[in-house]
């Protein structure tokens, strides 16, 4: 059976044609790759583009109007019309539905990737300025400094950097455990039990974050009153934000451990438990850590949840289980609703150091999944074996 | 090299792969081994649980005072009305606006990952589209307010200005375009895009490939596929998919609190500041500096949100599952 349907160009065959030849079983059954792009096509491509560029041109010039968006919107569909009526003259109405619909395809996928690449060019270039400008002070600095009139140099997120470590540290020890036993559980527990939870995760892993610093101010902080805030309630809130998801992950990472494995471990006369430490968890190891490290990303850029139970501080607090913390977003946040100076500038810093932390944890993550399973997990191996295909 | 090309599924797990079921009595410690399985998944259940117990029973007291009137427009705790539409309406716009922006987005970038794109570059591009859903969403909030809200308000006055006559294309604001309903709506596509994509993405990817083959063999174009073979195919999963979108937009704190300008007022128009209010921003804005029944009122708040939340995630992971088990 040959694969041809993933291995298309971006350019469409003409429809008559059949998509590609099949000339008996392919070898190693892998798809025919089928790249023609052929010169005719981009000529139509290139010139429906220009012809239509120049007409909305004229008409934005002559009617005096000065709209970038709008003249962007105006070109795609000026575009898309030349293109389709030259289409629809020369290849027929079937030709021209399939290479609209191309065209509105890598065009809607472009607007997927814009926001992207936008957002992290704006932070980097709104918060390289703060971060670099004096270079290591900003990264252990506290914002004790802070006036109205103070210079960005002055301060820094220190305090933050260190309140969000050990947030995400303690919520990932409170976490990692629960998540790894309820994700054996639900999946070796066939039973209405395990049914109900493996629910109940799936509906906690897309509840508001808001709610989660709601549900441990009431927890936490009431019972405590003012001395409930610290750097513990807030692990307990973004624990609650965690657990859902990398249960889930550990879900599904769990599961595909073969059967045989599990067989043999209770057949040599392995106790379950043993069986479930010894060779199903190991087994499924890179997962399991990959599952880990995108749930500490995720969590780790969480406003919502602590705005109520860290409480913020300026200064730096070591102490988790005691006093008010601070932490990257939540500087962020309060940075944000700080009047004039330069507020503006300090909480595009952190923001810029944030997203470093988030995105280093996610390309983390990605390294170590693209290794097989059961694998070495030490960095140096990682390293030097590199990013691997994963059949993902 | 053939595992480059495997569907999800793992190959190795073939029927005769399913573990045998062992009776036997188990052993001391696998049943103390068992407990404590059952043990967290019990605190898992207890966050749910406990989450709407406590929300119940702080926010009772609102609940109480305001009565059927909780389902009303005015917004005064302090003075006895609780009524709750002007934020659920926000934040139902809001989530709304989001899924209508992302889902052909989403949509489209499926289909360019699963059909389009060349397969070398199918984990890179899955990739990208996982990295926008880690992006903080604080920090999308704050790219919204600098650059997106001021940016969006020259379209959004084009459209009041010669779409007026739609009523949900107005401002509460006269001149005012920044900060709207419609410009949460803009910036939270952007956190919606993510999960849309990469569960449809991964529905879509299920359609039988003999079919899809059959299709193209019988002379239809790749697009004529896509709508004959994919759509009706994955229908019921791209429904789930928008719907956890939805889930997804409901939720979304951060970006609405930075953004949004509200006066919490029932109204029709969403392109301007000074409109429909949201409850997400409305807990953070007021939650420490309030009195207690106002407090309450805010938890009563939470309550509807976390439970509107719940119920539509829930029926979207159903649908979900089920078109998932349609598949295999």
Aim: with cysteine; net charge positive.
């Amino acid at each position: 059976m040959s694969q041809l349907t993933e291995s298309h160009t971006p350019a469409p065959p003409t429809p008559p044609a059949p998509p590609s030849r099949v000339d008996g079983e392919p070898r190693n059954d892998r798809p025919i790759r089928q790249r023609r792009i052929a010169p005719e096509m981009v000529a139509e491509l290139g010139g429906s583009a220009v012809s239509a560029l120049a007409m909305v041109w004229l008409v934005f010039n002559l009617s005096g109007v000065s709209a970038p968006l709008g003249f962007g919107f105006c070109w795609l569909a000026a575009f898309l019309t030349v293109y389709g009526l030259l289409c629809w003259r020369r290849h027929g109405v079937v030709a021209m539905k399939d290479r609209l619909a191309t065209v509105a395809i890598w065009v809607g996928a472009l607007l997927a990737f814009i926001p992207l690449v936008a957002v992290i060019s704006y932070v980097v270039l709104k918060g390289a300025r703060a971060v670099f400008s004096d270079f290591p002070h900003f990264f252990y600095a506290d914002f004790s400094n802070y006036t109205l009139s103070a210079p960005t140099s002055a301060v820094g997120a220190g305090a933050a950097i260190v309140g969000t470590v050990e947030q995400v540290g303690l919520a990932t020890i409170i976490t990692v455990p629960l998540g790894m036993l309820t994700a054996t559980y639900v999946v070796d527990h066939r039973n209405f039990f395990s049914r109900v939870v493996s629910h109940v995760v799936d509906a906690m892993s897309g509840s508001p974050a808001i709610i989660a610093g709601l549900f441990v101010y009431l927890l936490w902080v009431v019972p405590h009153h003012q001395t409930g805030k610290s750097g513990l309630a807030a692990a307990l809130a973004l624990s609650v934000m965690m657990l859902p998801i990398v249960t889930r992950a550990a879900q599904e990472v769990i599961a595909i451990v073969p059967g045989s494995l599990r067989e043999a471990s209770l057949a040599l006369g392995s106790p379950q438990w043993r069986s479930v430490l010894r060779v199903i968890l190991p087994t499924a190891r890179v997962g399991l850590v990959t599952a880990v490290i995108l749930g500490v990303a995720r969590i780790a850029g969480e406003t919502a949840p602590v705005l109520f139970v860290a409480g913020g501080s300026p200064n730096y607090n070591w102490n988790p289980f005691s006093g008010q913390q601070d932490d990257l977003p939540l500087r962020v946040y309060q940075m944000i609703f700080q009047a004039g100076g330069n507020a503006r500038n300090d909480a595009w810093g952190v923001s810029f150091v944030l997203v470093l932390v988030v995105l280093t944890l996610f390309l983390l993550a990605r390294l170590i999944g693209a290794s097989g399973p059961g694998r070495s997990l030490a960095p140096w191996r990682v390293l030097r074996r590199g990013p691997q295909r994963s059949g993902r | 090299m053939t595992a480059v090309v495997t569907p999800p599924a793992p190959e190795d797990a073939g029927p005769d792969d399913v573990p045998m079921v062992l009776h036997s009595a188990p052993s001391g410690p696998d049943r103390v081994f068992s407990g404590v399985l059952a043990g967290s998944s019990g605190i898992v259940l207890f966050l749910l649980v406990g989450t709407v117990g406590f929300l119940c029973y702080y926010g009772w007291p609102a609940l109480r005072d305001g009565g059927i009137h909780i389902f009303s427009t005015t917004w005064s705790p302090d003075s006895g009305h609780f009524g709750m539409l002007p934020f659920l309406a926000g934040s139902v716009a809001i989530a709304v606006i989001g899924v209508a922006i992302a889902t052909p987005i989403s949509l489209a970038t499926g289909l360019m990952i699963n059909e389009y794109a060349p397969r070398r570059l199918k984990p890179a591009l899955t990739g990208v589209i996982d990295m926008l859903a880690t992006v903080p969403s604080i920090v999308y909030g704050f790219w919204g307010l600098q650059l997106i809200s001021p940016l969006q308000a020259a379209p959004a006055r084009w459209l009041a200005e010669n779409l007026g006559f739609v009523p949900i294309l107005r401002t509460p604001s006269p001149g005012q375009y920044v900060k709207s309903i419609f410009a949460c709506g803009l910036i939270c596509a952007v956190t919606i895009i993510p999960i849309i994509t990469s569960v449809s993405r991964e529905v879509m990817a299920q359609t039988p490939r003999d079919v899809r083959e059959a299709a193209l063999g019988l002379g239809g174009t790749r697009w004529g596929m896509v709508t004959s073979v994919i759509f009706p195919f994955s229908r019921n999963g791209i429904l789930g998919a928008v719907l956890l979108g939805l889930g997804r937009g409901l939720g979304e704190t951060m970006i609405v609190v930075l953004v949004l300008s509200s006066a919490n007022q029932l109204t029709d128009k969403l392109l301007g500041p000074g409109g429909l209010g949201s409850i997400a921003q409305e807990i953070t804005d007021n939650f420490e500096s309030s009195s207690p029944i106002y407090k309450s009122g805010l938890i009563l708040l939470g309550l509807a949100l976390f439970l509107t939340t719940l119920a539509v995630n829930i029926i979207a992971r159903q649908i979900v599952r089920r078109s998932e088990a349609y598949a295999s």
